[in-house]
């Protein structure tokens, strides 16, 4: 010990004279930290008081504002010195930091702001973002039943009820809630690769088992099989049709024929169901039957079938709607699309799996992802660790015992629960037919204006995708010759620059809060190659695809007179662009 440390003292009254600066520091720490008492002076209220007052401020007003928050909208960050910084000597106060926490929400995209339609991130509702608040105030873990207590009846409900909209029993399923949709699609792999190849868990991976899914599927598969140390090398991509955007079957056939033959097995099937930008489900049933043909070999367990359903799941909500009656009143144009939807949806009954993102298209904040299974005594005795000497099972759900992760927040769980009692199957149909209505909305505008097309009218997803070309060319006719004639692959090219042009003007008009006709302009987003175009099927031709706007008329704030303005600022966009660069005009 050093000489100069004082005798050991009871800090009992530390407003004493005399007593040490560390007690005191401790007693002015009461401010700043959570009550555990009722009624008392509570800073976690006055914190969050304060801190939802001042984002209030940040936000724009209801007519004319920007869709981002605050006035400030560049980015600040010095990232040249951001890291030249160290901890201070003193201590602050809760109220100071609020303080400096509000000023980095300046410029952050409003989710909720009927101009954002950039991509599917819908603003979180209420109850969910509570939900997950609350977590954050009394840090419930659902790692295991003594730390999550009652609260780990989120995650049991939740996967009671998104089993019951597969069509599965759902006393025999469950889910695990976990960090996103990559975290989903990992989940199943080691559930397929414990399954197909026991030893791994112990000897580690040693053969190389394959994952099989569509050229249409998220890049995540790489996360998940090089972390899980399977190799990226072992993803084998199915070919896809190219209207539908389907995994191809005969492809499929083969590859398993193949496999078949040369003895080696299959880890999983990925069946994925709907993509951001194409709205593209792939068979499940089929794959079943051809996955039921072309068993693993010998020494093998049963591969497993997998639907990356983080983006499509919610169609199920249509389950029990009655398309005949229509009772919610959906137009003609969108019923036969919200039907459609649900039958390529409703193949996730055959699946030993899927994954839910309740921050896409269930309108929660993040994270809030679960990964639902069929078998819930496979997957958790397959996956257990066996008993854990150093905590105590205090009730019968112990998820710890099998999951990836160690300490699981439970926000995620409960911001998923809240959502499925808010919406109910009429809150989820009204939401997700409403984005159809927009979307058949702005297609209708689309369709009013020569020089704009909309190039995926074919398809009922959520995404509008759309080209403009100069004043005076007839879109439909100019995109036909694009997409099927090698004569105008230049003019393509042109255009895809023209397209690209307008989405980065679209962005700097956003960023700086530029008016047009007395409003600001929309977040939108491009795409540069949704497709390609029909003579280079085989992508051989890296410029020969086609570019777009986005437009994801998601949030529920949404009007006809914002998306008529919408259209204008694109129009605006390409005005601005053409006199800045006196592009050759189109023959
Ligand atoms: C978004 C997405 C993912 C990745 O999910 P995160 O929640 O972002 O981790 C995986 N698959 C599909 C089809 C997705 O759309």
């Not at 009218?457 to 995708?465: A, I, N, P, Q, R």
Request: charged share 20%.
């Amino acid at each position: 010990m050093s000489g100069k440390a004082k005798n050991h003292q009871t800090p009992l009254n530390p407003s004493k004279q005399g007593a040490p600066l560390w007690a005191r520091y401790r007693t002015e720490m009461h401010k700043s930290f959570p009550s555990p008492f009722k009624g008392a002076n509570d800073s976690l209220a006055d914190g969050i008081n304060q801190a939802i007052r001042e984002l209030d401020h940040l936000k724009p007003e209801k007519i004319g504002g920007p869709a981002f928050l605050g006035k400030n909208s560049a980015l600040t960050i010095d990232f040249e010195n951001v890291k030249d910084s160290a901890l201070s000597q003193k201590m602050n106060t809760s109220g100071n930091v609020i303080k400096q926490m509000i000023k980095l929400f300046e410029g952050l995209p409003n989710w909720g702001h009927p101009l954002t339609m950039c991509n599917v991130v819908p603003q979180g509702n209420t109850a969910a973002v509570v939900a997950a608040i609350l977590c954050e105030i009394f840090a419930p873990n659902i790692l295991e039943g003594e730390y999550a207590w009652n609260i780990h009846q989120a995650e049991l409900e939740s996967g009671g009820i998104l089993a019951n909209l597969a069509g599965w029993e759902s006393k025999k399923a469950g889910c695990v809630y976990t960090y996103g949709g990559s975290g989903c699609w990992t989940y199943h792999l080691k559930y397929a690769l414990a399954r197909v190849l026991p030893d791994s868990r112990n000897k580690g991976v040693r053969t190389d088992a394959k994952v099989i899914c569509s050229q249409q599927a998220h890049y995540t598969m790489l996360n998940s099989t090089d972390w899980m140390g399977l190799g990226m090398d072992n993803i084998i991509r199915i070919k896809t049709d190219i209207d539908s955007n389907a995994m191809d079957m005969a492809d499929l056939e083969e590859v398993l024929k193949d496999l078949t033959e040369r003895k080696i097995p299959v880890a999983s099937i990925v069946c994925t169901m709907a993509t951001t930008d194409a709205n593209a489900f792939d068979p499940v049933e089929e794959v079943r039957n051809l996955m039921d043909k072309y068993p693993n070999p010998d020494g093998y367990g049963k591969s497993l079938l997998y639907c990356d359903s983080v983006i499509g799941w919610s169609w199920i909500a249509f389950k029990n709607y009655d398309f005949k009656k229509n009772p919610l009143g959906f137009s003609d144009i969108v019923l036969p699309y919200l039907e459609k939807n649900y039958n390529a949806i409703k193949g996730i009954f055959y699946a030993d799996a899927f994954g839910v993102d309740f921050h896409k298209t269930g309108f929660s904040p993040y994270i809030s992802s679960t990964f639902v299974y069929k078998n819930a005594h496979e997957f958790e005795s397959l996956l257990s660790r066996g008993v854990i000497a150093y905590l105590q099972p205090r009730s019968p759900y112990n998820p710890m015992d099998y999951t990836l992760e160690v300490s699981r927040a439970a926000g995620g769980s409960l911001a998923g629960w809240a959502t499925l009692k808010f919406f109910g199957y009429e809150g989820f149909q009204s939401v997700l037919g409403g984005i159809l209505e927009n979307k058949v909305y702005l297609q209708n505008q689309i369709a009013k204006k020569t020089e704009m097309v909309c190039v995926n009218s074919y398809d009922y997803g959520l995404v509008t995708l759309l080209r403009v070309y100069p004043a005076g060319v007839d879109a439909i006719v100019q995109y036909d010759n694009e997409l099927k004639n090698p004569e105008f692959r230049d003019s393509l090219i042109m255009n895809n620059q023209l397209t690209r042009d307008i989405g980065n003007k679209l962005f700097e008009w956003f960023r700086s809060g530029k008016k047009v006709n007395g409003n600001c302009t929309p977040y939108l987003s491009f795409s540069t190659g949704f497709r390609t175009a029909e003579y280079n099927r085989d992508s051989t031709d890296q410029e020969a695809v086609i570019y777009a706007i986005k437009m994801y008329p998601m949030n529920v704030y949404i009007t006809p007179e914002i998306m008529d303005h919408v259209l204008e600022c694109v129009i605006a966009a390409r005005d601005n662009i053409m006199s800045m660069n006196n592009l050759p005009q189109i023959e």
